[in-house]
């Protein structure tokens, strides 16, 4: 399963969600927002 964490990481384990501008993919959580960052927005 993921999870959207309180500093917006989309995660699993150790690993997050990463998006660098191009394709989406999978890196170690950093903490640092920027490319691991997003925002749930239910509407």
Known sequence: ??????TGEI???ESCL???GTD???YP???SKGNQQWIY???
């Open 29 to 31: 959580c950093h903490g």
């Open 18 to 20: 990463d998006y660098s």
């Open 1 to 6: 399963y993921w999870m959207l964490s309180k």
């Open 11 to 13: 995660r699993r384990d």
């Open 24 to 26: 989406v993919i999978l």
């Open 41 to 43: 927005n239910p509407q």
